[in-house]
Structures are given as C-alpha cells and as structure tokens.
C-alpha cells in the first residue's frame, strides 16, 4: 500500500513539474513573440555572420511549412535544401546562402534560427536573415520588430 501512494505522489509531481514547465514556455513565448533579435559581424576583409532569432507561440510543423512557403514565394529566392524532420530549410539568393531551422519548445512555441555568412563584397544594408524571419512573421500573421546587437 505504502509503494502504490509513493507511485502516486511521484506520478503526480512529475505531471505537475511538466505542466508548469509548458506554462513557462507559453508565458516565455508571449514576452518575446514577435522580436526578432539579429546578431551581425563583418569584420574587414573576412568572412563574419548574420543571425536572426524568432520565437512564435505555434507549433513547430506550421511554422516550418509557412516559412517553406513563404521563401518559395520569392522569385529571387532558391529553397537548396529541405529537411521536415529536423526542421531546417537551406536557401539562396545569389551568392549569399543561408539557413533556417524551426526547432520546438514546447507544444505551441516555436523558435526559428535563420544564419548567413557575410563577405566584403555583400551590402550590408540587405539583411538577408532579417527579410526571411519578416516574411514568416507577416504569413503567420504576428505583428514583428527587429531588435539590433
């Protein structure tokens, strides 16, 4: 009798422990939704980065078929490669390749990666990360601001 309330108690706790954990995230997702944080550096003559971040309160499957979509909306835009399973999508625009990843935090929180590299000779005015998690901003209807490093 002692074991099976102990199983209880320790079932119970657990179940408990995952809810607020979920809770956390959604209340997370809700502070930060909607920011797109970038973080850019192009040193003189070598190679640096660019990095936009994204969380959305959706689940991880629509936010990747909408950012697939939406990148293949782009004429000047080529999809390269396409993974569902681990949520990544490869694409170009010219010489400038770049990559986006959706990864899941929770059931309904999503969080979207988009890096590129940067060269000297690529405008630095033309944010190639920053235009995609836009894009998927406006298809997902989510009002979005960029926040600079």
């Known amino acids: 009798m002692f074991q099976r309330k102990w199983w209880i108690i320790s079932f119970t706790a ?3 422990t995952s809810i607020a954990a ?3 995230w959604v209340m997370v997702a809700r502070a930060v939704q909607g920011r ?5 550096q192009k040193p ?6 660019d ?3 994204l969380i959305l309160e959706a689940a991880v499957d ?4 909408t950012a697939l979509k939406s990148l293949q909306s782009h004429a000047d835009l080529v999809v390269t490669k396409q993974d569902p399973k681990k949520g990544i999508i490869q694409f170009s625009k010219g010489q400038q390749v770049a990559s986006l990843r959706a ?3 929770g059931d309904k929180v999503t969080q979207l990666v988009i890096a590129s590299s940067l060269t000297d000779t690529q405008p630095s005015t033309t944010s190639l990360v920053v235009q995609a998690a836009l894009k998927v901003c406006t298809d997902m209807h989510v009002k979005c601001v960029v926040e600079e490093n």
């Open 14 to 16: 657990i179940l408990f």
């Open 22 to 24: 979920e809770a956390q």
């Open 36 to 40: 797109v944080q970038r973080m850019q």
């Open 44 to 49: 003189d003559n070598a190679a640096g980065y």
């Open 51 to 53: 990095v936009a971040t």
């Open 62 to 65: 629509k936010v990747y078929e």
């Open 103 to 105: 990864t899941a935090l």
